[in-house]
């Protein structure tokens, strides 16, 4: 595997500055590699875009963050902080080393200004040196990039389409060819069409120019065909990390298997939609256990009083899952023995495929 | 799965006291929270604390502020705690009797015209058409006349003009701009989604601009009317200092015209006119903060900053847009038990 990117350690954030803050990030690991395509999936207010804004430390107050690291690669291979570094230092790193593509990007557009002017303002931010010619020349080229004609640099956003917008939002992502381009449900004001073009553009300047992405959507069909790795998050913590033919044919955590019969397939035999039952847990009263314990078909007596750690699975896979029913020593020491889920050939069939 | 969940929530109450504790704990925070703004707390405690004084002042006043008597212009002392005018009257009662004077002009004043500015600039905004241009024809008129010079003119004509009268006056030429704000506000509430269903469902107009559009109006009208009350204290006192309204009733302004009129800066009374200069800016310390304090209970994103400023300051936290926050330090001391998990 190449080398990483961008490699997030331990990372934790509370929401308010009062004596009891929520804590939406317990804990989260994950790693980027260069030129990879990492999902990231999960239900509504698990703490994906939280993770992506605290990475970058966009998150507005009252978000704070309260432990960890977060390693970013710039061109030139050196890794630095993200969570250390000066005002200037982000500035500088911002849009060259990382870049984000924001949820709702179609409203993120000035409507007063043209496409043209907006695109540039970046580049001139970050390379004042630059003439207006060049400006111009790099803006028409990055909107050739994903599929406009250079033309519409005159055009105002309304005079747009929505996907067409999009593709503008991520042109200017692009525009100083970041490392890593973390993209907020970037497909998700645009209709099935529209979603899999944008997507497809992603994916072809990606193998164009290298750069890596993080995916953030609820739409795990989607991950599974775009993505090469995908990390399933659940109340703030990442419940399971695996390449995405994996996890889609194999998902060893309750909770995956659980989002992935909940949409139907689109290849193979026609299977019943099975859904969730139950809500996301309040994560200002999380209990000592597995937070999913709750809504586990398979929990045990330790998921309630032990919280998981996300580990390799007892079957020596080289993936990732929190979840005690893989969790080599607690087998080992016979804890859940005779509990049935895990006992015999133990595992419930649909995660032991 | 569900039934569960439920089971939960409905055994939570009558469980465990601590989780009794955190069910409770969100009903009881609205109703405290403006008081838990340290910044509005400051400025309500000192316009409670004149307020009081408005309304006891007479009895609590050492002396009569008009009694004159042979110890002149005497600096603070035992007798006359901040001394007294070049008549021997007592400064600190005219001060204390003052009070009312100022806050009841500034009450009637802000309150006249917020309701003015309430009346006129809601339904220019919610009518539209003609009676929009009309009205805002008229604010735009009021907002061009100078207004000091105009209270002057319209203070100097009237025969007796009293306290309610220069707040009357105060009040009628004061209202254009808070009606020029909620116009605009309300030309963009009347064009969002739950104005039009209510008006689908045949609400009323009456009732609509009460129940759909006055409640999202409230932080304006209340910031709008502190400012208004600023305001007319400042030109009361300006219209005293100066000498149009009669001098005989007490004021802040007042003393400092007769302190302005005997040369009490040229003589060294500092005692004359620094105490009631104080207290005038004392009361528009408290009005702004007040104005901070609402400002900061309806901005869901100051609130979170201005209910906590003092751990803020103490976790060495300075929470900005774009730049988020990074404390390492107090993760785990902060939360007693986690450690055990």
């Known amino acids: 595997m190449s080398e990483p990117v961008l490699?997030?350690?331990?990372?934790?954030?509370?929401?308010?500055?009062?004596?009891?803050?929520?804590?939406?990030?317990?804990?989260?690991?994950?790693?980027?590699?260069?030129?990879?395509?990492?999902?990231?999936?999960?239900?509504?207010?698990?703490?994906?875009?939280?993770?992506?804004?605290?990475?970058?430390?966009?998150?507005?107050?009252?978000?704070?963050?309260?432990?960890?690291?977060?390693?970013?690669a710039d061109r030139q291979g050196r890794r630095s902080d993200v969570l250390g570094l000066t005002d200037a230092q982000l500035r500088a790193?911002?849009?060259?080393?990382?870049?984000?593509?924001?949820?709702?990007?179609?409203?993120?557009?000035?409507?007063?200004?043209?496409i043209g002017r907006q695109l540039t303002d970046g580049i001139r931010a970050h390379r004042p040196g630059l003439s207006a010619g060049d400006l111009e020349a790099r803006a028409a080229e990055l909107l050739e990039m994903v599929g406009i004609s250079a033309d519409r640099l005159r055009a105002y956003p309304h005079q747009l389409s929505g996907g067409m917008r999009q593709r503008v939002m991520i042109a200017m992502a692009l525009a100083l060819e970041p490392q890593v381009l973390l993209m907020d449900e970037p497909t998700t004001a645009l209709d099935v069409v529209m979603q899999r073009q944008v997507l497809e553009q992603i994916m072809e300047l990606r193998d164009r120019l290298g750069f890596s992405v993080v995916l953030i959507t609820h739409d795990v069909s989607?991950?599974?065909?775009?993505?090469?790795?995908?990390?399933?998050?659940?109340?703030?913590?990442?419940?399971?990390?695996?390449?995405?033919?994996?996890?889609?044919?194999?998902?060893?955590h309750p909770y995956s298997a659980g989002l992935l019969g909940s949409f139907p397939p689109l290849h193979g035999p026609r299977r019943e939609l099975s859904g969730i039952p139950g809500a996301p847990p309040d994560l200002q009263r999380l209990g000592p256990g597995c937070p999913f314990a709750p809504r586990c078909p398979h929990a045990m007596d330790v998921c309630r009083d032990v919280r998981p750690v996300l580990g390799p699975p007892r079957t020596g896979e080289d993936r990732r899952v929190a979840c005690h029913l893989h969790d080599a020593d607690l087998v080992a020491a016979g804890v859940g023995e005779g509990s049935g889920a895990i006992s015999g050939v133990g595992l419930p069939p649909e995660l032991a495929r | 799965m569900a039934t569960s969940t439920t089971a939960i929530e409905v055994a939570a109450p009558t469980g465990a006291d601590d989780v009794g504790?955190?069910?409770?704990?969100?009903?009881?925070?609205?109703?405290?929270?403006?008081?838990?703004?340290?910044?509005?707390?400051?400025?309500?405690a000192i316009l409670v604390f004149f307020g009081i004084?408005?309304?006891?002042?007479?009895?609590?006043?050492?002396?009569?502020?008009?009694?004159?008597?042979?110890?002149?212009?005497?600096?603070?002392?035992?007798?006359?705690w901040l001394g007294t005018d070049h008549t021997g009257r007592d400064i600190l009662s005219q001060i204390i009797v003052g009070t009312r004077g100022v806050l009841v002009v500034g009450l009637v004043a802000g309150l006249g015209a917020t309701v003015l500015g309430v009346i006129v600039g809601v339904t220019a905004g919610f009518v539209g058409g003609l009676g929009d241009e009309g009205l805002s024809a008229l604010s735009n008129v009021f907002l061009v006349i100078p207004q000091l010079p105009l209270i002057i003119i319209i203070a100097a004509q009237l025969p007796s003009a009293g306290g309610i009268t220069v707040a009357l006056v105060i009040g009628v030429t004061g209202w254009a701009w808070g009606a020029r704000v909620l116009r605009a506000q309300t030309l963009s509430l009347r064009k969002r989604d739950f104005v039009e269903a209510a008006r689908a469902t045949g609400e009323r107009t009456w009732r609509i601009v009460l129940a759909e559009v006055l409640p999202n109006l409230t932080a304006i009208i209340a910031a709008g009317f502190v400012g208004t009350v600023t305001?007319?204290?400042l030109s009361q006192v300006t219209l005293a200092f100066i000498g149009i309204t009669p001098?005989?009733?007490?004021?802040?302004?007042?003393?400092?015209?007769?302190?302005?009129?005997?040369?009490?800066?040229?003589?060294?009374?500092?005692?004359?006119?620094?105490?009631?200069?104080?207290?005038?800016?004392?009361l528009g310390m408290a009005l702004t903060l007040i104005n901070f304090g609402i400002d900061e209970l309806v901005n869901p994103r100051l609130r979170s900053t201005g209910m906590h400023a003092r751990t803020l300051r103490r976790r060495g936290i300075r929470p900005r847009v774009g730049f988020t926050p990074v404390v390492r330090d107090q993760w785990r001391a902060a939360r007693p038990g986690e450690e055990e998990r």
């Not at chain 1, 060259?96 to 990007?105: E, K, L, T, Y």
């Not at chain 2, 504790?21 to 309500?44: C, D, E, M």
């Open chain 2, 53 to 80: 004084l408005a309304v006891v002042g007479p009895w609590v006043a050492p002396y009569d502020p008009n009694q004159v008597s042979t110890a002149l212009l005497q600096p603070p002392s035992g007798a006359h």
């Open chain 2, 231 to 233: 305001f007319a204290v």
């Open chain 2, 21 to 44: 504790q955190g069910v409770a704990r969100p009903g009881r925070r609205p109703r405290l929270l403006f008081l838990r703004n340290s910044k509005a707390l400051v400025g309500i």
């Open chain 1, 7 to 72: 490699e997030i350690r331990d990372l934790h954030v509370d929401y308010g500055f009062g004596d009891d803050p929520t804590h939406v990030l317990r804990g989260v690991d994950l790693t980027l590699h260069r030129g990879e395509v990492l999902g990231l999936a999960g239900e509504s207010g698990c703490g994906k875009s939280t993770l992506a804004y605290a990475a970058t430390r966009l998150l507005p107050p009252p978000g704070l963050i309260t432990g960890g690291e977060v390693w970013l």
């Open chain 2, 247 to 282: 001098v005989s009733e007490w004021n802040w302004g007042t003393i400092l015209f007769w302190a302005q009129n005997n040369l009490a800066l040229q003589r060294g009374a500092w005692w004359w006119f620094v105490p009631a200069g104080l207290c005038i800016a004392l």
């Open chain 1, 222 to 252: 989607l991950l599974v065909e775009v993505a090469d790795r995908i990390a399933i998050m659940y109340a703030g913590e990442i419940v399971e990390e695996a390449t995405a033919s994996e996890v889609y044919r194999r998902p060893r």
């Open chain 1, 93 to 114: 790193a911002r849009w060259r080393d990382v870049a984000i593509v924001f949820q709702g990007a179609m409203s993120s557009l000035n409507p007063v200004f043209r």
